[in-house]
C-alpha cells in the first residue's frame, strides 16, 4: 500500500508564503517525477509544478519566479515554497506521484487527498 500525505496548507495574506510537503510512504520501489497540482473551484485540475528524480524542474506560467519545487529522495518528500501568494492561488493543492510499488511491475500515479490553500486579507 501507498500513501501520499500533505501538510502545510493554510490560511495566508497577499503577498505571504507557504510551504506544502508531501511524503510518499508504504512499500515503494522506485520513484520517478513528482508534483503539485491544484484545482480551485469551477475549474479544473492544473498542473503547478512538477521535479523529475534528476532534479529537472518545470513550473506553470502563473507561479514562475513565485513558486519553487524541491525533493528529498532520501525521503520521498517533495516540497513546494509559495510566495507572493496571491488571492487567484487560492485552491486544493493536490501532491502527485508517479512510482513503482514493489508490488507491480509498473510506475503509475498516485494522489494525495489534497491540502486546502486560502489567500485572502
Known amino acids: 500500500q501507498v500513501q501520499l500525505v500533505e501538510s502545510g496548507g493554510g490560511l495566508v495574506q497577499p503577498g505571504g508564503s507557504l510551504r506544502l510537503s508531501c511524503a510518499a510512504s508504504g512499500s515503494i520501489f522506485s520513484i520517478n517525477a513528482m508534483g503539485w497540482y491544484r484545482q480551485a473551484p469551477g475549474k479544473q485540475r492544473e498542473l503547478v509544478a512538477r521535479?523529475?528524480?534528476?532534479?529537472?524542474?518545470n513550473y506553470a506560467d502563473s507561479v514562475k519566479g513565485r513558486f519553487t519545487i524541491s525533493r528529498d529522495n532520501a525521503k520521498n518528500t517533495v516540497y513546494l515554497q509559495m510566495n507572493s501568494l496571491k488571492p487567484e492561488d487560492t485552491a486544493v493543492y493536490h501532491c502527485?506521484?508517479?512510482?513503482?510499488?514493489?508490488?507491480?511491475?509498473?510506475?503509475?500515479?498516485?494522489w494525495g487527498q489534497g491540502t486546502q490553500v486560502t489567500v485572502s486579507s
Open positions: 502527485n506521484a508517479n512510482l513503482r510499488s514493489r508490488s507491480s511491475s509498473w510506475a503509475r500515479d498516485y
Open positions: 521535479i523529475t528524480s534528476g532534479g529537472m524542474t
